[in-house]
Antibody
């Protein structure tokens, strides 16, 4: 069974840092690009970052560029999101998502999400 | 950057009725790179449609997608109780994967 399980969310103060992880199983992880998508409370979906299967290409939304860093460890089948300089507006459920195929930036598998709360 | 506008914002229908959701793009979407997702309360999104009209694995045939250029439609032919949810369109012509703001299908 293809599965994505996020972890690492929690309460952090504005300006703080947090690292999210996404453990993948049931598919050949290194063959697929991966992304992070977030959803603020009561709001819609917002793409924030993507990474190619090999990890050599990364992409960021303007809202997080320079503050967040996406990476992956293909030997551990794990995707990461390092978040720094967190703001109140970064508070959201963060989903990791698998791209369906090479070069097509839509998502056929999603994790259940991890909640990031930014508050003093 | 392409902006996607979904309408109506909320659709109130009864089980068995037909639902038609619209997704309009601010500029033409190449290769019909348009996907639709369903999200139920407290759950992750689920892929329904990609390439504007191809159903994802395991999606019932009451869900269909159509359209090209700037105008796309998701149709649910006969609403089942489990179809009441929020639906999002997504343009995926580049790595950004812009989403529409969502449209809610609620029970009348």
């Amino acid at each position: 069974e293809v599965q994505l399980v996020e972890s690492g969310g929690g309460l952090v103060q504005p300006g703080g840092s947090l690292r999210l992880s996404c453990a993948a199983s049931g598919f050949h992880f290194s063959s697929y690009g991966m992304s992070w998508v977030r959803q603020a409370p009561g709001k819609g979906l917002e793409w924030i970052s993507s990474i190619s299967g090999s990890g050599d290409l990364t992409f960021y939304a303007d809202a997080v560029k320079g503050r967040f860093a996406i990476s992956r460890d293909n030997s551990e089948n794990t995707l990461y999101l390092q978040m720094s300089g967190l703001r109140v507006e970064d508070m959201a459920v963060y989903y990791c998502a698998k791209l369906m195929a090479l070069g097509v930036w839509f998502f056929d598998v999603w994790g259940r999400g991890t909640l990031v709360t930014v508050s003093s | 950057e392409i902006v996607l506008t979904q309408s109506p914002g909320t659709l109130s229908l009864s089980p068995g009725e037909r639902a038609t959701l619209s997704c309009r793009a601010s500029q033409s979407i190449s290769n019909s790179y348009l996907a639709w997702y369903q999200q139920k309360l407290g759950q992750a999104p689920r892929l329904l449609i990609y390439g504007a009209s191809s159903r994802a694995t395991g999606i019932p045939d009451r869900f269909s997608g159509s359209g090209s250029g700037t105008d796309f439609t998701l149709t649910i032919s006969r609403l089942e109780p489990e179809d009441f949810a929020v639906y999002y369109c997504q343009e995926y012509g580049d790595s950004r994967g812009t989403f529409g703001q969502g449209a809610k299908v609620e029970i009348k």
